[in-house]
T-cell receptor, first 118, second 115 residues
Framework: AQSVTQLGSHVSVSEGALVLLRCNYSSSVPPYLFWYVQYPNQGLQLLLK??????LVKGINGFEAEFKKSETSFHLTKPTAHMSDAAEYFCAVGGYGNSGGSNYKLTFGKGTLLTVNP | GAVVSQHPSWVICKSGTSVKIECRSL??????MFWYRQFPKQSLMLMATSNEGSKATYEQGVEKDKFLINHASLTLSTLTVTSAHPEDSSFYIC???????????FGPGTRLTVT
């Protein structure tokens, strides 16, 4: 079984400030973890992913996330927010579904809307 | 990079009619494709998983006779919404899993409006 909890449905920051989007997961097996960004009326774009190896993962557009097994967390950060970062962000955990079988699938959190104020 | 396309990007249909949405992986082979539904300001809900050449696996609560999925080739999956009703209006997003890794590539989505 797997699930994702994103703390805070809406995060607002000032341009130039630190961005921190929180994600906690539950998984019965070592997880694959992902962060996606969605702009209005568009599909999802992968920001970064963790599968194995280094727990600090760097992604596109200056984002990074750290896998902390002891805290079951995978928080997304960016040192300096830009206006173009305003979007919806989804954390996801990959694994095999609750019904078992051979189908690998992603389970998404409810999303966090990031707004960036000038 | 891996690209997934969807067609159409938006469609309006009358209640009771059927509409087909195509999902294509343009530069890779996808043994598995996924169909999601997203309501306004909400997360993605997985509807079904389709494997090339076999029947789709539907998530609990999704009507398989209403949402027909066909994955006839390694680059194409289709979702047909049959006898559409206004409550089927939503944003439908497909994704394709590259057979070489666990990463899913998402299409741009299709906005369906049923009047």
């Amino acid at each position: 079984a797997q699930s994702v909890t994103q703390l805070g449905s809406h995060v607002s920051v000032s341009e130039g400030a630190l961005v921190l989007l929180r994600c906690n997961y539950s998984s019965s097996v070592p997880p694959y973890l992902f962060w996606y960004v969605q702009y209005p009326n568009q599909g999802l774009q992968l920001l970064l992913k963790y599968t194995t190896g280094a727990t600090l993962v760097k992604g596109i557009n200056g984002f990074e996330a750290e896998f902390k097994k002891s805290e079951t967390s995978f928080h997304l950060t960016k040192p300096t927010a830009h206006m173009s970062d305003a979007a919806e962000y989804f954390c996801a955990v990959g694994g095999y579904g609750n019904s078992g079988g051979s189908n690998y699938k992603l389970t998404f959190g409810k999303g966090t809307l990031l707004t960036v104020n000038p | 990079g891996a690209v997934v396309s969807q067609h159409p990007s938006w469609v309006i249909c009358k209640s009771g009619t059927s509409v087909k949405i195509e999902c294509r992986s343009l530069d890779f082979q996808a043994t598995t494709m996924f169909w999601y539904r997203q309501f306004p300001k909400q997360s993605l809900m997985l509807m079904a998983t389709s494997n090339e050449g076999s029947k789709a696996t539907y998530e609990q609560g999704v009507e398989k006779d209403k949402f027909l999925i066909n994955h006839a080739s390694l680059t194409l999956s289709t979702l047909t919404v049959t006898s559409a009703h206004p409550e089927d209006s939503s944003f439908y997003i497909c994704s394709a899993r590259d057979w070489r890794d666990y990463e899913q590539y998402f299409g741009p989505g299709t906005r369906l409006t049923v009047t």
